[in-house]
Structure formats: C-alpha cells, structure tokens
C-alpha cells in the first residue's frame, strides 16, 4: 500500500519562497510518477506539477511555469514542489498525489490519472 506524506507548508508572504516535500513509502519510489495538485474551499482540485519516474520529464500548470520547480530524490523517496515569489492567489491545500508509471505514458496533469493522495499541506500567503 503506498502512503504519501506532504510537510512543509505555512504561512508566508507574497514574494517569499517555499519548498513543499513529500514522502512515498509502502513501494519502490522509482516506479511511481508523481504530482502536485492543490485545492481551495468550493473549488475543484487544480494540477500544479508532475513529474516522471525518472525525474527528467517534469510539468507545471501555466499559473506555476516560472515560478515552481519540481524534483524527486528516489534515494530519500521523496519528491520537492519549490515555489517561488509566491502569490495570494498561491493559498491553498496541496495535495501529493503517485501512480505507477506506465512506460510511453506522458506526464499525467488530470486527478483521474492518480491513484494514491496524500492529506494536503496548507500554504497560506498573505499580503
């Protein structure tokens, strides 16, 4: 059974930085591609970031392009969402998410696509 484990939320600043981290254990972390969605109140959960099972491929939704970087460390098993001059609008919960990787399938963007979620990390940002 895999367990996904996000740390590193909190409250900051506009403008200020913030890295996300979360752990995968109960499988072997290299076999699984993984993503970063967040979610507000009344809202539907929203991609952020994916990323492959080797780390090479990576994706980021287009209010992130520029300002997240996506990484995974398959010794530590984890995976890092580090976010940068980070806006009001960046408040959320954000959620880990894994699937296995499926060789020629691309990065996965949609929640459908994933199979285990971790239990969210608020990021507050305030003004």
């Known amino acids: 059974q895999v367990q996904l484990v996000e740390s590193g939320g909190g409250l900051v600043q506009a403008g200020d930085s913030l890295r996300l981290s979360c752990v995968l254990s109960?499988?072997?972390?290299?076999?699984?591609?993984l993503g970063w969605f967040r979610q507000t109140p009344g809202k539907e959960r929203e991609f952020v970031a994916a990323?492959?099972?080797?780390?090479?491929?990576?994706y980021y939704a287009d209010s992130m392009k520029g300002r997240a970087t996506m990484s995974r460390d398959n010794a530590k098993n984890t995976v890092y969402l580090q976010m940068n001059s980070l806006k009001i609008e960046d408040t959320a919960i954000y959620y880990c998410?894994?699937?296995?990787?499926?060789?020629?399938?691309?990065?996965?963007?949609?929640?459908?696509?994933?199979?285990?979620w971790g239990q969210g990390t608020q990021v507050t940002v305030s003004s």
């Open positions: 990323i492959d099972w080797s780390g090479r491929g990576t």
């Open positions: 998410a894994a699937h296995a990787h499926i060789i020629g399938q691309g990065l996965s963007i949609f929640t459908y696509e994933y199979d285990y």
């Open positions: 109960g499988r072997t972390f290299s076999n699984y591609a």
